[in-house]
């Protein structure tokens, strides 16, 4: 399992990794904790023809906190951002879904952007992003745009990113609200493997119990990750009372549209999201209610 | 026509290393092909059996997950790293050796790797601490009870000596 | 042999030791077969084919070959006309096999060309070069299907799919079913599993033609190896040097890399270069002909009201895919523990063995008795759910009582000690069996599903090849020795020889251990070295969990030899009878004179030095071989079908705890205790180790790993990413309690225990599960249960 022949090449910069993207058509790929890239080149199922490496880069490795949101540099692995205490404390979903990203080995090369731009439907951190409303930054030859995660998964293996944009920075929206609570939960058939499905969920109460501010998503259908605002919406007002809870969760899961594989059946998926959906709320609701 | 070959240093063990190598070479081929630091194994080459694991920079990576070009200008320990500097094993080797924590050996250097970035950090792991760090490792041989039962004594051991 | 065997007798046997193996693996000095560096190597890869069945129409080779850096590819064609076919052991010889696919493909992955190149990648590239036109003809997948007449035919010159078949009957089975007042049927199904080493199969050759022999250094686990690659690539036997000094990573029966071997020995030979093919796990997953039993049981048992078991009948289809070599024999080995550990006195069996559109099947640990436990304990759980008994208490009405041994089953077999209600009783004791029964009970009312599972299995070994003449007539093998030699050096230093492979069971450690208790010298410091197989005395490979048995009776035999020879050296110096001679640590006494001695160093320097001193006849220096035969073997089955297979018989006893997540179905494996008797252990921690790595194994099979297949013939599971190995996640906290009725037919009263923990793990965790499904009406019965399966049997229940 030998990756076919290619060129390689450093770049020093992001715009220097933007000048050779445009400059080498199609077949290049970016490159930078090469977990996900590399079983497919070792397979050869991928075979770009030049790999532009872009993990070296230093402006691309960073935390930060902005008045509202956590910056994450591209290239930051995902196992800096899970030891973060900082970010712990104020996009707490980040590390509660790494926890279920793979293993400590390749958490210790993965980085966060390169697992937003593989898009894998199973992934963690894809999921977070749209539960989020996650902004993505993505530079080109010609500039930089933000796209936001709700648009920026479009299927399988696919992101809105245009074949010459190098994405940059994700800025992560950090909730205010002294009662926030947050839950990550996925079932996949052992520790570490990709979701069969996962659902994450982040609540706002008040000081009665309240919920004022929800979001909850599903992923591992197949597709690309699904975030529900307008279900979200109904719990506002609740104290996520059975009726309401069910009722929100199963439309929920009825929205997606799983595939079936040799893991798990569309039956069990669907199944499965209602129970995880539930499960997820829950448990945020749970945590947002131990906050004084 | 020949490949292009790219100039590679590695520090690898204390050691300086270079080479001229196709940049599709892994780091784990790298290792065990150009430096002859056999110890080191494949399993997969897929990114999940973890038999292949260094650590780099301090930290454990699968290196049949990167390219040698990738590493350039870092440092791997690979298990022959982990021996005293005499050639003898370390406390963590002989405690593997004291609870037989192996059988045909090949996942052994990887476990050895995961197990000594566990008590890097964390110096006297539970079970599931050891559980999980070893948990991208897989054994076909020992069912990972006797290396459970290695890491614990290791971690014992290393406290007594003030590690 | 010695009856009366007291464990606590022995000075180093039983002992905490640590294994003479370990330090060289755990400092990175391990040395597998792709450690070895041979001058001018070149690297092979395959050509693999698409289809599950198809005619070769046309390979085009010409821009592979002008590719830089490759030397010669190979295709059927001319590999077929050069070399034999491979051994097969079943009677059907128009069902030939060759490491590379002539005219037809008969599965997806079936390697059709082989490229030599400088390396692996270039050799990978050419391979992507070479272009293959293929007709696809009909497939068949389906094993029920493939038996049936009418639809297509793997091998078309056999005639049928049917590559075995037999129907054996002991005992009056119908006359038991007649009679009994219960009868049950049911039927289950063990996935495609295997036991998928770490490292996969790799072969290296280099052929010297000044010498005309071609040596092999390879990771392998296989019986008759050298004979058969010989015979395959027409050489004489001692034309082919095998290094057995090779580490092998991991095999558990697998590693019989037969094919990759008679391929890269050709080449060797025909191009005048080392060759190696080491797999990569793509190869090795589809076509490296390494899948296990794949096997649907249909059983039916026959029963009283008391839950006493009158008969069995056991039909058992298993799909060895599109080629055989000692596969279907995994049909035969069960039979000489056809009835588990009970007291069944009529049993039907009869075993089919069918070919399919797959990758091959290959010898798994256990050599088919796991599935065959599995099948025999779904049924004692079934009986038991039947009458509404306990199932520990059916078990203890049927399991063969301690003064019933020796036991003689109706196949023929003689189980030669045992004491299973002890052992399960150590069992339940050590989980806390009335504690758990609360701790499952709380659960259930907490809305979990919980269940206990428990499984009493044998687990045969040291065996003879008594089931290749049962299943083939014309195959009649007796014979299944193992050797060793053992040579006191000048120095005074022992040395132990082996003649074949070890893939971490210790066994350098148990040559010394053993050596060390007949000469009463130290066994760190026996060194034990590997003969290549022109050296080696005949061995028959580490198999059938053999090697604490027969190697081990070997080195035993051979060192008995020594000390008797040191004895006779000194009763002729010391001017006494060999009976007055008092022999203790290597030294030598008048007995009731101990000022009358001879040092081991005096007693070593005559042997070697001082002929004059030397009693008569005695060959000079010390060195003694002993080859030694299966104990209970030599025989070939009687008429009706009986036959002795393996001599010895280890028991084990599972007892497991499972919880299900009603909602997501997903199980947990919460307590897990397995009762474990082989007799006397020759190092505890080595025994200890294999079990639990086989109910790891066990635990792999149960909840995870299948090689799955699509309609179309394709295996979806190719990779690591889909075909599941449980990690030290899934592996729950094991405790194992010993407990040891020494065989009475061995030298130290050890059975033999590599497969311990694989043979009745399955089976336990079916149960459990079985236990947790059944306040819900529901029931699998079928491996591996996944989430899935679990989940969908739980929606398919039948109202209470």
């Known amino acids: 399992m030998k990756a ?24 290049v790929k970016l490159i930078a904790g090469g977990q996900s890239l590399m079983p497919m080149m070792a397979m050869r199922l991928t075979r770009p023809f030049r790999l532009i490496d872009i993990d070296q880069i230093g402006a691309l490795k960073f935390i930060a906190f902005g008045e509202n949101v956590a910056r994450t540099g591209a290239c930051t692995r995902q196992s800096a951002i899970a030891r973060d205490e900082a970010l712990a404390a104020h996009v707490p979903l980040l590390r509660k879904a790494l926890a279920w990203v793979g293993h400590v080995q390749t958490r210790n090369r993965g980085t ?146 799983p595939g079936g594989d040799l893991h798990a059946s569309a039956g069990y998926r669907k199944h499965l999201a209602a129970v995880l959906a539930i499960r997820v709320l829950r448990a945020a609701y749970d945590e947002a209610r131990s906050k004084p | 026509m020949s490949e292009t070959l790219y100039p590679v240093t590695l520090e690898v063990n204390g050691v300086l290393h270079t080479a001229r190598v196709p940049a599709r070479l892994s780091l784990v081929d790298c290792l065990r092909d150009e430096l002859r630091l056999t110890g080191t194994h494949i399993g997969c080459e897929h990114g999940i059996c973890g038999a292949c694991s260094v650590m780099l920079d301090g930290e454990p990576v699968r290196s049949c997950l990167m390219f040698a070009v990738q590493a350039d200008g870092h440092k791997v320990t690979t298990v022959e790293g982990l021996t005293n500097a005499d050639g003898t094993p370390g406390i963590l080797q002989d405690s593997f050796c004291e609870k037989h924590a192996l059988q045909c050996g090949y996942c052994t250097s990887g476990m050895l790797i995961a197990a000594h970035a566990l008590l890097q950090t964390v110096k006297r792991p539970t079970d599931e601490q050891i559980r999980e760090a070893i948990g991208g490792n897989l054994c076909r041989c020992t069912g990972y009870q006797q290396i459970v039962d290695a890491v614990k004594h290791a971690a014992a051991r290393l406290g007594e000596k003030g590690r | 042999m010695s009856n009366v065997i007291d464990p606590q007798t022995f000075r180093y046997i039983g002992k905490k030791r640590r294994t003479k193996e370990d330090p060289r693996f755990v400092t990175g000095h391990g040395r597998y077969v792709a450690d070895i560096a041979l001058a001018g190597v070149k690297h092979v890869a395959l050509v693999a084919s698409p289809h599950p069945s198809a005619r070769i129409v046309s390979i085009k080779t010409e821009a592979a070959l002008a590719l830089r850096g490759v030397h010669y590819v190979l295709t059927g064609e001319e590999f077929c006309a050069e070399t034999d076919a491979l051994a097969i052991g079943v009677d059907a010889p128009n069902v030939a096999r060759y490491s590379l696919a002539k005219d037809v493909v008969r599965y997806a992955g079936e390697w059709v060309a082989a490229v030599v190149a400088d390396t692996r990648a270039i050799a990978e590239d050419a391979v992507e070069l070479i272009e293959v036109e293929y007709e696809p003809t009909p497939h068949v997948i389906d094993p029920e299907k493939a038996v049936k007449d009418g639809g297509p035919l793997v091998h078309p010159a056999h005639g049928s799919n049917v590559i075995l078949q037999k129907h054996f009957t002991w005992g009056p089975v119908e006359d038991a079913f007649a009679r009994a007042k219960h009868k049950l049927s049911l039927r289950v ?42 015979r395959s690539l027409r050489l004489p036997g001692n034309a082919v040097r095998v ?163 020796p036991y003689l089953i109706p196949s023929g077999s003689t189980y030669d000690s045992g004491d299973y209600h002890a052992v399960l009783d150590k069992a339940l004791a050590a989980i806390d069996y009335p504690a758990l029964l609360k701790q499952r009970d709380d659960a259930r009312r907490a809305g979990k599903l919980a269940g206990i599972g428990i499984s009493t299995c044998l687990e045969p070994n040291g065996g003879n090849s008594g089931f290749e003449p049962l299943l083939n007539p014309k195959n009649d093998s007796t014979t299944w020795m193992d050797s060793c030699v053992v040579r006191v050096d000048l120095s005074g230093a022992i040395t132990g020889v082996m003649g074949t492979s070890s893939s971490g069971q210790g066994h350098e450690t148990l040559v010394s251990t053993v050596i060390g208790e007949v000469l009463e010298r130290e066994p760190a410091d026996i060194r034990v070295v590997r003969a290549d197989s022109l050296q080696a005395l005949p061995s028959n490979s580490p198999v059938g969990s053999r090697m604490a ?82 104990p209970t073997g030599g025989k070939l089955p009687a008429a009706d079908n009986t036959v002795q297979i393996y001599p010895c018989y280890s028991f084990e006893a599972h007892v497991v705890y499972v919880e299900i997540d009603a909602d997501t179905a997903a199980p947990t494996l919460r307590k897990y205790v397995c009762g474990h008797d082989c007799g006397v252990m020759i190092t505890p921690d ?115």
């Open chain 1, 4 to 27: 076919a022949s290619f060129d390689y090449v450093r770049a020093a910069s992001v715009a220097e990794a933007c000048e050779m993207l445009r400059q080498d058509g199609d077949d």
């Open chain 1, 112 to 257: 966060v952007g390169g697992s937003l731009a593989h898009a894998d439907p199973a992934a963690e951190l894809p999921l977070v992003a749209r539960v989020l409303d996650a902004q993505i930054v993505a530079r080109s030859d010609k500039g930089t745009r933000t796209l936001p995660a709700a648009g920026f998964f479009v299927g399988p293996l696919t992101t809105a990113l245009a074949a010459h944009e190098c994405l940059e920075e994700i800025h992560w929206p950090m909730w205010s609200g002294r009662r926030t609570g947050s839950a990550f939960t996925e079932v996949s058939r052992r520790h570490g493997d990709f979701a069969i499905v996962e659902a994450c969920a982040q609540i706002v109460l008040d000081d009665d119990g309240r919920c004022t501010r929800a979001s909850f998503g599903l992923g591992g259908g197949g597709t690309a990750p699904l975030a529900f605002p307008a279900l979200a919406a109904r719990l506002n007002g609740s104290m996520l009372e059975d009726a309401v809870l069910q009722s929100v969760a199963h439309d929920a899961a009825n929205e997606l549209d």
């Open chain 3, 686 to 800: 080595i025994v200890h180790g294999m079990t639990y790595g086989g109910i790891a194994h066990g635990i792999g099979a149960a909840l995870y790993e299948k090689f799955s297949y699509t309609a179309d013939g394709q295996l979806e599971s190719g990779t690591f990413m889909d075909y599941l190995l449980p990690s030290a996640m899934e592996v729950p906290t094991i405790t194992i309690v010993d407990h040891c009725t020494p065989s009475p037919l061995t030298t130290f009263g050890q059975k033999g225990s590599g497969e311990a923990g694989y043979l009745g793990a399955p089976a336990a965790i079916a149960n459990a599960i079985n236990d947790a499904l059944a306040p819900i009406n529901a029931r699998i019965d079928t491996l591996p249960i996944t989430h899935d399966a679990l989940w969908r049997a739980m929606q398919n229940t039948k109202a209470p």
């Open chain 3, 189 to 230: 199904i063990w996935g495609r599993s295997s036991t998928v080493p770490i490292e996969t199969f790799g072969v290296a050759a280099q052929w010297d033609a000044g010498q005309q022999i071609l040596d092999i250094w390879a990771s392998i686990q296989m019986p008759k190896f050298p004979d058969q690659a010989a």
């Open chain 3, 243 to 405: 290094h057995f000094d090779v580490d092998v990573g991991g095999s558990y029966g697998v590693k019989r890399g037969i094919k990759h071997t008679v391929l890269v020995g050709y080449l060797a030979k025909r191009l005048g270069f080392p060759v190696r093919l080491i797999e990569d796990r793509l190869e090795n997953m589809r076509g490296g002909d390494m899948h296990g039993p794949d096997r649907i049981f249909d059983m039916q048992v026959a029963f009283d009201d008391d839950g006493t078991l009158r008969g069995l009948k056991i039909h058992a289809l298993d799909d060895v895919g599109a080629y055989a070599g000692r596969s279907p024999f995994q049909l035969g080995k069960p039979v000489t523990a056809i009835c588990g550990p009970y007291r069944i006195a009529a049993i039907e069996y009869v075993p089919t063995a069918v070919l399919t559109n797959k990758t091959p099947e290959e010898a798994v640990r256990g050599f088919g008795q796991a599935p065959t436990n599995f099948a025999i304990e779904r049924t004692i759980d079934c009986v038991a759910r039947h009458l509404k008994m306990d199932p520990i208490e059916v078990r203890r009405r049927n399991l063969i009582r301690k003064e019933e041994f």
């Open chain 3, 549 to 630: 048995i027969m190697l081990g009776g070997a080195a035993a035999g051979a060192a008995r030899k020594i000390k008797d020879t040191l004895i006779e050296i000194a009763a002729h110096n010391l001017k006494c009878t060999i009976e007055s001679v008092e022999y203790r640590d290597g030294n030598a006494s008048v007995r009731g004179h101990p000022d009358q001695r001879m040092t081991w160093d005096e007693l070593i320097a005559i042997a070697h030095r001082k002929i004059h001193q030397m009693p008569p006849g005695i060959e000079p220096g010390l060195q003694a071989k002993f080859v030694f035969e299966v």
